[in-house]
């Protein structure tokens, strides 16, 4: 009931910046979290950063200080800006979306089709 869509992926060169979007539609709980993940070739699909309805976010270690998640409710779109891009940021980042914890057990979590970032050195 729920579906997300990403774009701005694409091909950009080491120390650049790039912004990726997830329009979320449907029947979105008003409580919910929203995140970033990305899987590089060989390995596996790996969380980037959160964000709750209310701003909340986390991220992880190896893009902390570099990538930040936000969101527009009113729009039901969430963004991630990668700034200082590095090769090993190459992967294809998928977005997701999860009920808050008052209904989750009755919603599946949500994917995207995901976009890919290719970082050049």
């Known amino acids: 009931q729920v579906q997300l869509v990403e774009s701005g992926g694409g091909l950009v060169q080491a120390g650049g910046s790039l912004r990726l979007s997830c329009a979320a539609s449907g029947s979105i709980f008003s409580l919910n979290t929203m995140a970033w993940y990305r899987q590089a070739p060989g390995k596996q699909r790996e969380l980037v950063a959160t964000?709750?309805?209310?701003?909340?976010?986390n991220y992880a270690d190896s893009v902390k200080g570099r990538f930040t998640i936000s969101r527009d409710n009113a729009k039901n779109t969430v963004y991630l800006l990668m700034s200082n891009l590095k090769p090993e940021d190459t992967a294809v980042y998928y977005c997701?979306?999860?009920?808050?914890?008052?209904?989750?057990?009755?919603?599946?979590?949500?994917w995207g089709q995901g976009t890919l970032v290719t970082v050049s050195s």
């Open positions: 997701n979306y999860k009920a808050g914890s008052p209904v989750s057990y009755r919603y599946p979590e949500v």
């Open positions: 964000i709750t309805s209310a701003r909340s976010t």
